[in-house]
C-alpha cells in the first residue's frame, strides 16, 4: 500500500507497464540464490522470496509468506484496472483481458512452458504438471500453481477468471436476495477478512477440543508452523458446513459495520475497511 501510494502519482500507462511487466517477469528471478546477498539475503526474501532469516542469530526469525515485488505488480495492475470501470463498456474491456489471461494461462501450463518456478526452489506446487494415475489427480496436478510466492501462472488462472467474473456480475442487479446478500461483504472487505481469521481460528480450537482431536498445536502457529498431529482433521462435508457457518455468522457483523460506514462517512479511516 506504501508503494501504490508512490505509483498512483505517475501517469495510468506507466502502472500498467509496471504492473505488468512485474507480473509477468518476475519469475525470471526465481533463481538468485538469497545466499549472494550475504548480509542482506534476507531484503532479497522480503523482495522476492519465501521462507524463514535470521534478524538475530537463534533469537529472533523473520518468516516471508508474502514477498513484495510479484504482489506490488498485482497491485498496479489493480489500480489500473479500476480506471477502466469509468468507461461505459469496461464490462466488455475487463472479460476480454480476463479472457486473455486465462488462455495464457492454459497455454503455458499446458505446453509446460515458463512461468511457474522450480520445485527445486520453492516445493512441489511449483514446476510443471504431471500426468497422475487417475484423471482426477491429473487435474489437480495441471491447477496445483505456486501460490507461494505467486507465479506468473497461479496469477493467470486466479485473476483471469476473476475479472471474467467480475464483467459478469456487473450486469447483476443488486436489489435482488442473494446478489443483495453477497453484497454485504463485497462492501466491507478488509473488515470480514481480519474478523473472520479470528473466528474460525477460535472455532477451530474449540472443535478440537469437543471432538477430542489436539488443540495446542493450533495455537503456536498451526500447520503454517507445526505438522498436524496424527488424527487430526475432518470431513470435507464437515469443513463446507463450517464454512457456510461462519459466513452466516458473519453476515449481520458485516451489515452492521456497513451501515456504520454510510453513517460516518467524514471518517476517512473506514474507507479502508
Same mark, same amino acid.
Given at each position: 500500500?506504501?508503494?501504490?501510494?508512490?505509483?498512483?502519482?505517475?501517469?495510468?500507462?506507466?502502472?500498467?507497464?509496471?504492473? +505488468?511487466? +512485474?507480473? $509477468?517477469?518476475?519469475?525470471?528471478?526465481?533463481?538468485?540464490?538469497?545466499?549472494?546477498?550475504?548480509?542482506?539475503?534476507?531484503?532479497?526474501?522480503?523482495?522476492?522470496?519465501?521462507?524463514?532469516?535470521?534478524?538475530?542469530?537463534?533469537?529472533?526469525?523473520?518468516? $516471508?509468506?508474502?514477498?513484495?515485488?510479484?504482489?506490488?505488480?498485482?497491485?498496479?495492475?489493480?489500480?489500473? !484496472?479500476?480506471?477502466?470501470?469509468?468507461?461505459?463498456?469496461?464490462?466488455?474491456? @475487463?472479460?476480454?483481458?480476463?479472457?486473455?489471461?486465462?488462455?495464457?494461462?492454459?497455454?503455458?501450463?499446458?505446453?509446460?512452458?515458463?512461468?511457474?518456478?522450480?520445485?527445486?526452489?520453492?516445493?512441489?506446487?511449483? *514446476?510443471?504438471?504431471? $500426468?497422475?494415475?487417475?484423471?482426477?489427480?491429473?487435474? !489437480?496436478?495441471?491447477?496445483? +500453481? =505456486?501460490?507461494?510466492?505467486?507465479?506468473?501462472?497461479?496469477?493467470?488462472? +486466479?485473476? *483471469?477468471?476473476?475479472?471474467?467474473?467480475?464483467?459478469?456480475?456487473?450486469?447483476?442487479?443488486?436489489?435482488?436476495?442473494?446478489?443483495?446478500? $453477497?453484497?454485504?461483504?463485497?462492501?466491507?472487505? =478488509?473488515?470480514? &477478512?481480519?474478523?473472520?481469521?479470528? @473466528?474460525?481460528?477460535?472455532?477451530?480450537?474449540?472443535?478440537?477440543? !469437543?471432538?477430542?482431536?489436539?488443540?495446542?498445536?493450533?495455537? &503456536? *502457529?498451526?500447520?503454517?508452523?507445526?505438522?498436524?498431529?496424527?488424527?487430526?482433521?475432518?470431513?470435507?462435508?464437515?469443513?463446507?458446513?463450517?464454512? =457456510?457457518?461462519?459466513?452466516?455468522?458473519? &453476515?449481520?457483523?458485516?451489515?452492521?459495520?456497513?451501515?456504520?460506514?454510510?453513517?460516518?462517512?467524514?471518517?476517512?479511516?473506514?474507507? &479502508?475497511?
Amino acid at each position: 500500500m506504501i508503494a501504490m501510494a508512490l505509483l498512483m502519482r505517475l501517469p495510468l500507462a506507466v502502472i500498467v507497464a509496471f504492473g +505488468t511487466g +512485474t507480473v $509477468v517477469t518476475h519469475n525470471l528471478l526465481d533463481r538468485v540464490n538469497p545466499a549472494a546477498f550475504g548480509k542482506f539475503a534476507g531484503a532479497w526474501l522480503i523482495l522476492h522470496g519465501h521462507g524463514t532469516f535470521w534478524i538475530d542469530p537463534g533469537k529472533l526469525d523473520f518468516f $516471508v509468506l508474502w514477498p513484495f515485488l510479484p504482489w506490488v505488480g498485482v497491485m498496479a495492475i489493480g489500480y489500473a !484496472i479500476g480506471a477502466l470501470l469509468t468507461r461505459s463498456d469496461w464490462q466488455k474491456v @475487463i472479460f476480454r483481458i480476463g479472457g486473455l489471461a486465462t488462455a495464457a494461462f492454459l497455454l503455458l501450463r499446458f505446453f509446460r512452458l515458463y512461468g511457474n518456478s522450480s520445485p527445486s526452489l520453492f516445493g512441489v506446487a511449483a *514446476g510443471p504438471w504431471k $500426468v497422475q494415475p487417475t484423471m482426477t489427480l491429473t487435474i !489437480i496436478s495441471f491447477f496445483d +500453481t =505456486l501460490k507461494y510466492p505467486p507465479s506468473l501462472q497461479f496469477l493467470l488462472m +486466479t485473476l *483471469g477468471p476473476a475479472l471474467m467474473a467480475l464483467a459478469w456480475l456487473g450486469k447483476v442487479d443488486t436489489r435482488r436476495p442473494l446478489a443483495a446478500f $453477497v453484497n454485504v461483504f463485497g462492501r466491507v472487505p =478488509l473488515f470480514y &477478512y481480519v474478523v473472520h481469521l479470528y @473466528i474460525i481460528r477460535t472455532l477451530a480450537v474449540y472443535t478440537a477440543l !469437543i471432538v477430542k482431536q489436539k488443540a495446542a498445536w493450533l495455537l &503456536y *502457529g498451526g500447520m503454517m508452523v507445526l505438522d498436524p498431529p496424527q488424527g487430526y482433521g475432518h470431513s470435507l462435508g464437515f469443513i463446507y458446513g463450517m464454512w =457456510l457457518g461462519v459466513v452466516l455468522f458473519m &453476515y449481520p457483523l458485516c451489515k452492521g459495520f456497513m451501515k456504520f460506514k454510510e453513517q460516518h462517512a467524514e471518517l476517512w479511516w473506514l474507507h &479502508y475497511l
